[in-house]
């Protein structure tokens, strides 16, 4: 059972959701303030969070921001804000999605499983980087760059393993949308790739180092060195 923290404010939904949830056997823990979602995980391992971004004790943005910071966990937000700029602030503070209100049951419960599948997909498997400035552990979800520490989000990991274990491909927009958000792509819009891709850049390229190449019209490829997944 995939147990999932909701913290969203609005008790009425709140309560819907949550009953709705737990009929299709999920384990919900409630909690209508930031303040009771940190509680929920100081006790309870979870699975993924349904985040309001906004709430009574704080920006739900900046919460997301800290979460993906200490821990793996699915984080999809659901808010009343409709601009481009706040959804692409979701992506960048590191939320594997993030759907408008008023939305439907049935695309949640899309959007969840896409996501805890995301979250359960390649447990198994082990991929390492080293090309001597930049290092990457993907079993540990660790990395450093000319030795420092370098902080990535869940999702930034994701794509990177990607397009490290397929440096011989181009690694359209579409294939990532697929592999790292939804198995259909339907639910996430490309411009996050961007968002991802521009981002990650800023993180690991300086001007001796050039990792991600992109092919206009077509997608990325991987342009470091060549490694082999390690089982």
């Not at 056997?25 to 309870?44: C, D, F, I």
């Not at 760059?145 to 370098?150: A, C, F, I, K, V």
Request: charged share 30%.
């Amino acid at each position: 059972m995939n147990k999932i923290l909701l913290i969203e404010d609005d008790k009425d939904l709140n309560t819907g959701l949550t009953y709705d949830l737990e009929a299709e056997n999920y384990k919900v823990y409630s909690a209508l303030t930031l303040g009771e979602g940190m509680s929920v995980l100081s006790e309870n391992e979870v699975d993924l969070i349904l985040l309001d971004g906004n709430l009574p004790d704080g920006d739900g943005f900046d919460f997301c921001r800290a979460i993906k910071a200490e821990k793996d966990i699915s984080i999809i937000f659901l808010t009343a804000r409709d601009m481009d700029r706040d959804e692409m602030r979701g992506f960048d503070c590191g939320a594997d999605d993030y759907i408008t209100k008023p939305f439907k049951m049935p695309i949640l419960h899309r959007r969840l499983q896409a996501a805890l599948r995301r979250t359960s997909a390649g447990a198994g498997e082990r991929i390492q980087y080293d090309d001597g400035c930049l290092k990457i552990d993907f079993d540990t979800m660790t990395a450093t760059l000319e030795g420092e520490p370098l902080a990535m989000t869940p999702t930034e990991f994701k794509i990177l393993r990607l397009l490290i274990a397929n440096a011989d491909r181009v690694m359209t927009k579409t294939l990532l949308l697929e592999k790292v958000w939804d198995n259909t792509g339907n639910f996430v819009d490309e411009h996050a790739v961007a968002v991802n891709i521009n981002r990650l850049r800023r993180k690991i390229e300086s001007g001796d180092h050039a990792y991600i190449k992109t092919l206009y019209g077509m997608g990325y490829q991987w342009k470091g060195k060549k490694t082999e997944w390690k089982n």
